[in-house]
T-cell receptor, first 116, second 112 residues
Framework: DTAVSQTPKYLVTQMGNDKSIKCEQN?????MYWYKQDSKKFLKIMFS???????INETVPNRFSPKSPDKAHLNLHINSLELGDSAVYFC???????????????FGSGTRLTVV | QKEVEQNSGPLSVPEGAIASLNCTYS??????FFWYRQYSGKSPELIMS????GDKEDGRFTAQLNKASQYVSLLIRDSQPSDSATYLC????????????FGKGTHLIIQP
């Protein structure tokens, strides 16, 4: 069984459309994240949820809205897609957000979003 | 502002040699340090973590941490062509529920 699964793997859509990416983890982790990896391979955090509650919301446009129905799921909805939104979006999870946490993240396989 | 710096490379190393990857970070309160490997078109995979000054070994991999110099490195012994990938350094800062801050990665090429 895949530990962190994302769907879809590829998403091609036109500017102005609204789309969603889904993420599920079966690791029993408390915290889930969305990261964006741009064309230069730079991974930047977008959102972090701990037990369904938002704890990090970096400076992303409010067109991006995360939703966590339960601690195993974290979805990302994007409104009014723009060309600059094209990137690979990774979901990740970790057991803890404690400041002295020694846990790394487990990443999903990524969703390659292309806006045309 | 938290920053994690890596040389983007490419770093070319002959097969069987030691590959040395370096990373510096700006925030002195950083607590935990991680190395991820990312193959082209794949997701990052955690290969090493280190929290205390000194060396930590796991198979062919050794992570080295020097908090005074704000420096963390990854050594890969007996490099194999399958080690060719981008290596991402990541840092967790203490004091809050922060996520990991990643460097831009070093592209490593192991030449057969």
């Amino acid at each position: 069984d895949t530990a962190v699964s994302q769907t879809p793997k590829y998403l091609v859509t036109q500017m102005g459309n609204d789309k969603s990416i889904k993420c599920e983890q079966n690791l029993g982790h408390d915290t889930m994240y969305w990261y964006k990896q741009d064309s230069k391979k730079f991974l930047k955090i977008m959102f972090s949820y701990n037990n369904k509650e938002l704890i990090i919301n970096e400076t992303v446009p409010n067109r991006f809205s995360p939703k966590s129905p339960d601690k195993a799921h974290l979805n990302l909805h994007i409104n009014s897609l723009e060309l600059g939104d094209s990137a690979v979006y990774f979901c990740a999870s970790s057991p803890s957000t404690q400041w002295n946490s020694k846990y790394g993240y487990t990443f999903g396989s990524g969703t390659r979003l292309t806006v045309v | 502002q938290k920053e994690v710096e890596q040389n983007s490379g490419p770093l070319s190393v002959p097969e069987g040699a030691i590959a040395s990857l370096n990373c510096t970070y700006s925030d002195r309160v950083s607590q935990s340090f991680f190395w991820y490997r990312q193959y082209s078109g794949k997701s990052p995979e955690l290969i090493m973590s280190i929290y205390s000054n000194g060396d930590k070994e796991d198979g062919r991999f050794t992570a080295q941490l020097n908090k005074a110099s704000q420096y963390v490195s990854l050594l890969i012994r007996d490099s194999q062509p399958s080690d060719s990938a981008t290596y991402l350094c990541a840092v967790r800062v203490g004091g809050g529920a922060d996520g990991l801050t990643f460097g831009k990665g070093t592209h490593l090429i192991i030449q057969p």
